[in-house]
Every structure is written in structure tokens, then in C-alpha cells.
């Protein structure tokens, strides 16, 4: 399966974005913990509330950031599993009409779509 999908990896240019964007989604995921507490430390241990308030705006601000990264990931990732599947049933539909006309009658022409459609949907969601 790993080889069919390897042609399509790294066709499309949108792949460098949801790459970028998971590597940015991580890091602001692990900063989130930290940030949650040292705010924590802060409330127990300091006196100082600006100390306090700056931690709470920061992590208000990282968490909106990582929720719109979040939203622009899926609709990446989105987009680069339908351009994969439309490009594998392209080229399933390309070999079925290669394939000889005896061969193909055979079997019914509703099962050959159906699974060809989902053969191309699973491939898809292994990347």
C-alpha cells in the first residue's frame, strides 16, 4: 500500500503546509502544559497579580493560535486526501480501461466502482 501512495506524498505543494502547520500544532501543545503550570506556581506562590494576568493573556493567546492552527491543519489535510483519491481513481479508472472488455464484464459494474472508491478512501486515510 506504502507504494502507491508514495507517488502521491510529496506531488502536491499543500503537503509543506499541514507539515509546517503539525510541526507549529506540537510545539504550542507542548508549551501549553508548561505555561498551565507555571501560572499555577504563580497563583500559589506570588503576590505579584500582573505576574498572574500576563501568564493567564498568554496562555488565552497561545491556545486561540493553536485553535485556528488546528482548523487550517483539517482543512489541509482535507484537501490533500481528496486530491489523493481523485488521483487514485484516476488511475484505477485508467487500467479498467485497459483491461480486456471479456475480463471486465464479468463481474457487475456497480461492485467494480463501489470498490474502487473505497480501495481509493483507505489509501487515502494511511496518509
Known amino acids: 500500500m506504502i507504494k502507491y501512495i ?3 506524498i510529496f506531488k502536491y ?4 503546509l499541514y507539515i509546517v ?5 506540537y510545539i504550542l501543545k507542548i508549551i501549553t502544559p508548561y505555561l498551565n503550570g507555571t501560572l499555577i506556581d504563580n497563583l500559589i506562590y506570588s503576590k505579584n497579580i500582573d505576574i498572574v494576568l500576563s501568564y493567564s493573556l498568554i496562555i488565552i493567546i497561545i491556545n486561540l493560535i493553536s485553535i485556528f492552527i488546528s482548523y487550517l491543519n483539517s482543512v489541509t489535510t482535507s484537501k ?7 488521483d487514485l481513481n484516476k488511475k484505477l479508472i485508467l487500467h479498467m480501461q485497459k483491461l480486456p472488455y471479456l475480463e471486465v464484464i464479468n463481474y457487475n459494474s456497480t461492485y467494480i466502482t463501489q470498490r ?7 489509501l487515502s ?3
Open 80 to 86: 490533500l486526501q481528496m486530491n489523493i483519491t481523485f
Open 13 to 16: 505543494k499543500i503537503i509543506y
Open 6 to 8: 508514495k507517488e502521491y
Open 125 to 127: 486515510l494511511f496518509f
Open 116 to 122: 474502487m472508491n473505497n480501495d481509493s478512501n483507505i
Open 21 to 25: 502547520l503539525s510541526i507549529i500544532l
